[in-house]
């Protein structure tokens, strides 16, 4: 199935926001994460900054997690490839993802 341009770009255009909040969503699921590791005594000493910290580092892997898990996707939007199939492999790959 052939989608006209106009929907290819326009679902290129979704996949690249979500991507963004995508990353924002597991960053932040890291850093509680690696904070709820800690023992209460060092989870209430800290900051702000080093909560920031701890999102920051958990950005730079996430944003290249996500890049590599859409990069299929998003090539076959800006070919004339059928994107069906990568559809369907980036939304499986997606959803599970995101209830961790």
Same mark, same amino acid.
């Given at each position: 199935?052939?989608?006209?341009?106009?929907?290819?770009?326009?679902?290129?255009? @979704?996949?690249?926001?979500?991507?963004?909040?995508?990353?924002?969503?597991?960053?932040?699921?890291?850093?509680?994460? /690696?904070?709820?590791?800690?023992?209460?005594?060092?989870?209430?000493?800290?900051?702000?900054?080093?909560?920031?910290?701890?999102?920051?580092?958990?950005?730079?892997?996430?944003?290249?997690?996500?890049?590599?898990?859409?990069?299929? @996707?998003?090539?076959?939007?800006?070919?004339?490839?059928?994107?069906?199939?990568?559809?369907? /492999?980036?939304?499986?790959?997606?959803?599970? /993802?995101?209830?961790?």
């Amino acid at each position: 199935m052939e989608l006209h341009r106009d929907f290819r770009n326009a679902i290129l255009l @979704l996949v690249q926001e979500f991507k963004k909040y995508q990353v924002r969503a597991l960053s932040r699921n890291n850093a509680l994460a /690696r904070i709820m590791e800690l023992d209460r005594e060092e989870r209430a000493d800290l900051t702000a900054a080093q909560i920031l910290r701890l999102v920051s580092e958990a950005t730079k892997a996430n944003q290249r997690l996500v890049d590599e898990s859409a990069a299929g @996707l998003e090539k076959a939007l800006l070919t004339d490839k059928d994107v069906l199939d990568w559809l369907k /492999r980036y939304c499986a790959n997606v959803i599970p /993802r995101l209830e961790q």
